[in-house]
């Protein structure tokens, strides 16, 4: 069997790369090791700049720790550069997480490893685990997708 710890150094396929356009961003609602032999939510967003490169952080403005889409799984400002905050407004660049303006400005998105390996879009650096979360905020997860992880 393998442990949490070996599981972190993994690469997980969260999705194929062509599922996110540019400068698009989806949610991804996953498990991982809380340390203790159980599992928690690890609630992820992935986007997709204009150049095509992918940037996965946890979903969480640093702000409030809310989630940072809202409704059908808006990510981006109005110009279509900046990820924002759907509860309240802080703007961050997409390439480095750093908020550049609202309530935490100077504060940082929690990066997540993100790799495309042979079309497909994968996490690592952390410990996924097999699990199903009930979302219990539906008005916020329209577009969010589960994923599973099988051995």
């Known amino acids: 069997m393998v442990d949490?710890?070996?599981?972190?150094?993994?690469?997980?396929?969260?999705?194929?790369?062509?599922?996110?356009?540019?400068?698009?961003?989806?949610a991804f609602d996953l498990a991982e090791s809380d340390g203790s032999g159980g599992s928690k939510p690890f609630r992820i967003v992935i986007a997709r700049n204009g150049k095509g490169e992918y940037h996965a952080y946890r979903n969480a403005c640093p702000h409030q720790g809310?989630?940072?889409n809202i409704g059908a799984g808006k990510f981006f400002d109005?110009?279509?550069?900046?990820?924002?905050?759907?509860?309240?407004?802080?703007k961050f660049a997409v390439e480095t997480?750093?908020?550049?303006?609202?309530?935490?400005?100077?504060?940082?998105?929690?990066?997540?490893g993100v790799a495309v390996l042979d079309g497909d879009v994968c996490v690592h650096g952390v410990a996924l685990l097999e699990e199903d979360f009930s979302r219990g905020h539906d008005d916020d997860?329209?577009?969010?997708?589960?994923?599973?992880?099988?051995?």
Do not use: N, P
Request: with cysteine.
């Open 4 to 26: 949490a710890g070996e599981k972190a150094r993994f690469y997980f396929v969260i999705c194929s790369e062509t599922e996110i356009a540019r400068g698009e961003a989806k």
């Open 66 to 68: 809310v989630w940072l």
């Open 78 to 90: 109005e110009t279509g550069e900046l990820l924002q905050c759907g509860r309240h407004g802080a």
């Open 97 to 112: 997480g750093t908020c550049l303006s609202g309530e935490c400005e100077g504060a940082q998105l929690e990066k997540v």
């Open 141 to 151: 997860m329209e577009d969010t997708m589960e994923i599973t992880i099988h051995s």
